[in-house]
């Protein structure tokens, strides 16, 4: 079994920062990749930065610049630096990680339940 958990959500004003975690456990073998979604209201879940495991990064146009995304790799834990957040920035914060594992060696996707973000004016 894998699991997948975010942490790090809360409530900031806006030009201020958070940095988010998710950490994958369970049987591990390697994760192939790992990537940050988020959820607007009334919005649809969109991609908003993707680290792979060769280590390339991948942004949404709207966080570029702003939002950086990291791993460690012996915690099995990626992070998302978010900086000057803006309001248009509130959503709950999805991670996804493709996971190699014994019962699954040639990866499976695993969602986070997710960690509300909210930015005030």
């Known amino acids: 079994q894998v699991q997948v958990a975010e942490s790090g959500g809360g409530s900031v004003q806006a030009g201020g920062s958070l940095r988010l975690s998710c950490a994958a456990s369970?049987?591990?073998?390697?994760?192939?990749?790992m990537t940050w979604y988020r959820q607007g209201p009334g919005k649809q879940r969109e991609p908003v930065a993707t680290?792979?495991?060769?280590?390339?990064?991948n942004y949404a146009d709207s966080v570029k610049g702003r939002f950086t995304i990291s791993r460690d790799n012996t915690k099995n834990t990626v992070y998302l630096q978010m900086n000057s957040l803006k309001p248009e920035d509130t959503s709950v914060y999805f991670c996804?990680?493709?996971?190699?594992?014994?019962?699954?060696?040639?990866?499976?996707?695993?969602w986070g339940k997710g960690t509300l973000v909210t930015v005030s004016s």
């Open positions: 369970g049987s591990i073998v390697s994760i192939n990749g």
């Open positions: 680290l792979t495991s060769g280590g390339s990064t």
């Open positions: 996804y990680a493709v996971v190699e594992s014994p019962l699954h060696p040639h990866g499976m996707g695993y």
